[in-house]
């Protein structure tokens, strides 16, 4: 079995508020955790340090973390993750830097004045591991990194464990003339036992914001549609959006994927644990 928790599933900024308590505020982070394998944390939002006070495995840490990019959403939860912060503790953090390489880029921002701590003052062993277009494995699983479209160098994830394919595709720009899904996409969405993608815009808002990086609840299911990937995960919701407008363009993107290869769409939340085997549905828990 291979559960795959959302701890963060919000874009831009953390918001937590009454009007988003269902699905939560934190910024993107989720976990792949597998018996008797070392776990993989996609993206290092403020979700982060959730991920980290849930875990109950005894002794230091070691896990991969799987960046897509660097914008503040994606990394400011590292200084924050307890586990790191113990002897014998080791992180893998994996990614890209269009302007250097991805341990400068971390070095720059978790430094004084912006931030008390440097990565090397963490107690833990923090190793920063620059990929692109690749492959590669930890442990029984198998990680294929491609690129993006976004705004600035950006990875998507395919995860293959134990029978079970993962993608992770948080942010993605949606062709604003209505061209072709790229190909580097579809490839790590296709046949996915779940596809964690993207969804922060309606319509209107798309319309407003067509060069900002992000795409629309129908783009995501188009995504997914085409690559024939199982279950879809609508990911990295506005900061505006409230439970209720979430609870809304879930409905619609259920619309969307009637007649597709999705058998299930969900909305990504904060707390959940969804449950993969091969050839089995999947069951959703609260944490």
């Given at each position: 079995?291979?559960?795959?928790?959302?701890?963060?599933?919000?874009?831009?900024?953390?918001?937590?508020?009454?009007?988003?308590?269902?699905y939560g505020g934190n910024t993107a982070c989720v976990?792949?955790?597998?018996?008797?394998?070392?776990?993989?944390?996609?993206?290092?939002?403020?979700?982060?340090?959730?991920f980290g006070e849930n875990l109950t495995a005894p002794?230091?840490?070691?896990?991969?973390?799987?960046?897509?990019?660097?914008?503040?959403?994606?990394?400011?939860?590292?200084?924050?993750?307890?586990?790191?912060?113990?002897?014998?503790?080791?992180?893998?953090?994996?990614?890209?830097?269009?302007?250097?390489?991805?341990?400068?880029?971390?070095?720059?921002?978790?430094?004084?004045?912006y931030f008390p701590v440097r990565p090397s003052d963490?107690?833990?062993?923090?190793?920063?591991?620059?990929?692109?277009?690749?492959?590669?494995?930890?442990?029984?699983?198998?990680?294929?990194?491609?690129?993006?479209?976004?705004?600035?160098?950006?990875?998507?994830?395919?995860?293959?464990?134990?029978?079970?394919?993962?993608?992770?595709?948080?942010?993605?720009?949606?062709?604003?003339?209505?061209?072709?899904?790229?190909?580097?996409?579809?490839?790590?969405?296709?046949?996915?036992?779940?596809?964690?993608?993207?969804?922060?815009?309606?319509?209107?808002?798309?319309?407003?914001?067509?060069?900002?990086?992000?795409?629309?609840?129908?783009?995501?299911?188009?995504?997914?549609?085409?690559?024939?990937?199982?279950?879809?995960?609508?990911?990295?919701?506005?900061?505006?959006?409230?439970?209720?407008?979430?609870?809304?363009?879930?409905?619609?993107?259920?619309?969307?994927?009637?007649?597709?290869?999705?058998?299930?769409?969900?909305?990504?939340?904060?707390?959940?644990?969804?449950?993969?085997?091969?050839?089995?549905?999947?069951?959703?828990?609260?944490?």
């Open positions: 079995m291979v559960n795959v928790t959302f701890w963060g599933v919000r874009g831009s900024t953390p918001c937590p508020c009454e009007a988003n308590k269902r976990s792949v955790e597998a018996a008797g394998q070392d776990p993989i944390v996609f993206d290092l939002g403020t979700g982060l340090r959730f002794g230091p840490f070691h896990g991969l973390a799987l960046v897509t990019h660097l914008h503040w959403d994606h990394i400011q939860g590292l200084p924050f993750f307890v586990p790191i912060n113990q002897p014998g503790s080791r992180l893998t953090v994996c990614g890209r830097n269009d302007e250097g390489s991805l341990q400068e880029a971390f070095e720059e921002f978790m430094r004084p004045p963490l107690r833990g062993e923090i190793t920063f591991r620059d990929v692109e277009s690749t492959s590669f494995d930890w442990g029984r699983a198998n990680v294929a990194v491609r690129d993006v479209p976004h705004t600035g160098a950006t990875n998507g994830y395919r995860v293959e464990l134990d029978g079970v394919v993962i993608a992770y595709v948080s942010d993605h720009q949606q062709p604003a003339d209505g061209g072709p899904i790229a190909a580097s996409v579809l490839e790590l969405c296709e046949g996915a036992d779940l596809v964690i993608h993207d969804a922060q815009y309606e319509p209107h808002e798309f319309a407003m914001k067509s060069d900002w990086g992000h795409c629309t609840v129908e783009f995501a299911v188009e995504v997914a549609a085409q690559a024939g990937a199982k279950r879809l995960a609508l990911f990295h919701h506005d900061p505006s959006h409230g439970d209720a407008t979430i609870d809304r363009l879930l409905a619609e993107a259920r619309a969307f994927a009637e007649g597709t290869s999705l058998v299930e769409v969900m909305a990504a939340a904060e707390g959940t644990t969804v449950s993969l085997s091969p050839a089995s549905a999947p069951t959703p828990v609260t944490a």
